[in-house]
Structures are given as C-alpha cells and as structure tokens.
C-alpha cells in the first residue's frame, strides 16, 4: 500500500474528488484513527471482482479472499 493511496476520512469529507481520483490506476484505502477501515476502488474493477467471486451463489471464506484481495494490489 502507498501512501498516495492511502485518505483520511477528514480528506475524504472534505476533498472528496481529489481522493476519488485515479481510482481506475489503484484503490485508495481509508483510515480512521491511523487505522484502515475501507477501500475505495473503481466500479470496473469491483465488477470484474464480483463476476470472479460469484457473490450472490458462493460463500467466499473471508480470510482467503483478504488474502486474494492483498496479493492481487501487489505492486
């Protein structure tokens, strides 16, 4: 995770276009109290996942699609 993808939620109350930007290059990933509460990431991509992952017909154990979701942001 960098730090240009990394938003407050004060940043995402108050400067809410400039966080939802470039959302199509990486997802951004909110804290509150330094701590990660959220990701924020493209419709396109959310999509994409959701068609692999079949949401509504299977039971994805969470611990294994976290580690999915973290092994597919590497850079």
Known sequence: MLSK???SITDLRTKTNECLQ???IAEKYIFINNK???VIMDVAQFENWETAFDFQ???IDQKEFLKYLADS???
């Open 57 to 59: 017909k299977e039971k």
């Open 5 to 7: 993808q990394c938003i």
């Open 22 to 24: 470039d959302l199509e």
């Open 36 to 38: 990660p509460v959220a």
């Open 73 to 75: 942001t590497e850079i």
